[in-house]
């Protein structure tokens, strides 16, 4: 039997309750969420119910809601009788991240002189680069990496594309936790960036998506290379 608009809508009144409970886990997923990727909790880190429920006085549900989420998003792993840990992304994961960053910010910079879109949140990123490493800070210069790329791919003026990069980046920056030595990583592409930008700027959309297709082989060719090394017998994993 149909119901009326009154009565459907009423009947969505048994679901309050959800409300509350669901925005909480969604803040504590924030949370976690941002403790990974700053590098607070490490890929292969155990992520401990009783000590994440006491610091946040919350409930192991709404703990175990925020982990389905992360689960999703593919940050956190639940190992059958041993509980969540942070993914440590495999080799595999470094080629995928870098065959969808070829394709999608290369793009973003040949196209550039057609859309038009405004630079100045690629100049922001690569600014708060520099202060970054003048202040011998470079987990921020990482960061600020991210963004500077982030910025290039929103040049595309796609808000699809935006949402669906948003996992690449994600994975990213566990990829750069794992290989743990951001100054060696990071010092060399700083400057490779200040190039691309200066032939974007300069109206060289062809010459600066060339540079920047050789920078990622190479930062691809080194993440392949640093993860060799950890696993090469005798050393410490990212599992610790």
């Known amino acids: 039997m149909a119901h009326s608009a009154v009565e459907t809508y009423a009947a969505l009144a048994a679901h309050r309750g959800k409300l509350d409970r669901a925005s909480r886990?969604?803040?504590?997923?924030d949370i976690i969420r941002d403790g990974i990727l700053d590098g607070?909790?490490?890929?292969?880190?155990?992520?401990?119910?009783p000590d994440i429920c006491a610091a946040l006085t919350v409930?192991?549900?709404?703990?175990?809601?925020?982990?389905?989420?992360?689960?999703?998003?593919?940050?956190v792993v639940h190992?059958?009788?041993?509980?969540?840990?942070?993914?440590?992304?495999?080799v595999e994961d470094i080629a995928e991240v870098y065959r969808c960053r070829r394709i999608v910010e290369c793009?973003?910079?040949?196209?550039?002189?057609?859309?038009?879109?405004d630079l100045a949140p690629v100049a922001a990123?690569?600014?708060?680069?520099?202060?970054?490493?003048?202040?011998?800070?470079?987990?921020?210069?990482?960061?600020a990496d991210v963004d500077f790329h982030r910025a290039v791919t929103a040049l595309n003026g796609?808000?699809?594309?935006?949402?669906?990069?948003?996992?690449?980046?994600n994975e990213l920056r566990l990829i750069f936790h794992v290989v743990a030595e951001p100054e060696t990583f990071h010092r060399p592409y700083l400057h490779r960036n200040h190039d691309v930008f200066?032939?974007?700027?300069?109206?060289?959309?062809?010459?600066?998506?060339?540079?920047?297709?050789?920078?990622?082989?190479?930062?691809?060719a080194q993440l392949r290379a640093a993860y060799a090394e950890i696993a090469r017998p005798g050393r410490t994993s990212a599992h610790g």
Do not use: K
């Open 25 to 29: 886990s969604a803040q504590v997923a």
């Open 40 to 49: 607070t909790f490490r890929p292969g880190a155990r992520l401990s119910e």
């Open 59 to 75: 409930s192991r549900n709404t703990l175990r809601e925020a982990f389905r989420t992360l689960i999703e998003e593919r940050l």
């Open 79 to 90: 190992e059958l009788n041993r509980g969540v840990f942070v993914r440590v992304p495999a």
């Open 107 to 117: 793009t973003a910079l040949r196209e550039h002189p057609r859309t038009g879109t």
């Open 125 to 143: 990123a690569l600014e708060r680069a520099d202060r970054c490493a003048a202040q011998d800070d470079w987990t921020g210069v990482g960061t």
């Open 158 to 169: 796609s808000r699809l594309l935006d949402a669906l990069m948003s996992g690449v980046w």
């Open 198 to 220: 200066d032939a974007l700027t300069g109206g060289r959309a062809e010459t600066a998506a060339t540079l920047l297709a050789d920078y990622l082989a190479d930062a691809e």
